[in-house]
């Protein structure tokens, strides 16, 4: 019998994914609200697909998707997520998604990903050249966020929301110091002046 894991932070979501999955001949559908919940799940149900966000709390989906891959797993991924697939898609594929749906469109397109994963295929968007979609400061602050680690992203992408580092530390079970050191260390790689500049590059670039 096909099961499946829905992981998402929104019970709305959770609901119209529930629909798609049940038309596609899913009886058994489990649900996680927080990212720490999708392993344990995986490990006592063994779903036949996980449908992942990648904005959870506790666990963010990369973290979530690296330590499947890690634990070697046997769970395919659909990554249905509203982070902008310019900066997360290839990262989502090379930590061992099946595919990336983007939630601002069509369910219609969540339904042919679903499809397409369980029957051994991959479905991943095409994504624009850089050198005809962005001019060139944007090409070059995209080359810069590119080049961070899952880890230094999700804590980039906290810190642009305003997050305090004490918050970042306890959400990701980190030490404060260690959370001072990603923020010093984004700053340098990113070649920003302060946090606040990081939010503005996070607002330029769509991430939060």
Do not use: W
């Amino acid at each position: 019998m096909k099961s499946v894991l829905i992981a998402d932070d929104h019970p709305v979501i959770r609901g119209a994914v529930k629909i798609i999955l049940k038309q596609e001949g899913f009886k058994r559908i489990h649900e996680a609200s927080s990212g720490n919940e999708v392993l344990p799940i995986i490990r006592e149900h063994k779903p036949s697909l996980l449908v992942l966000d990648l904005n959870l709390p506790s666990l963010g989906g990369l973290e979530v998707l690296e330590r499947i891959q890690a634990g070697e797993m046997a769970c395919p991924v659909v990554v249905f997520t509203s982070q902008e697939p310019e900066f997360f898609q290839d990262r989502c594929m090379r930590a061992g998604a099946g595919a990336y749906v983007d939630k601002t469109k069509s369910l219609e397109h969540l339904q042919k990903a679903v499809h397409a994963v369980m029957c051994g295929y991959t479905y991943f968007i095409q994504l624009a050249s850089s050198s005809v979609s962005l001019n060139s400061l944007k090409n070059s602050e995209k080359q810069m966020i590119d080049l961070l680690s899952n880890r230094e992203m999700t804590i980039f992408q906290l810190l642009a929301r305003g997050i305090s580092n004490k918050e970042i530390a306890d959400l990701l079970h980190l030490s404060h110091k260690t959370v001072s050191t990603y923020k010093t260390r984004l700053i340098e790689k990113l070649n920003v002046e302060s946090s606040v500049h990081l939010r503005d590059l996070a607002k330029r670039n769509h991430l939060i």
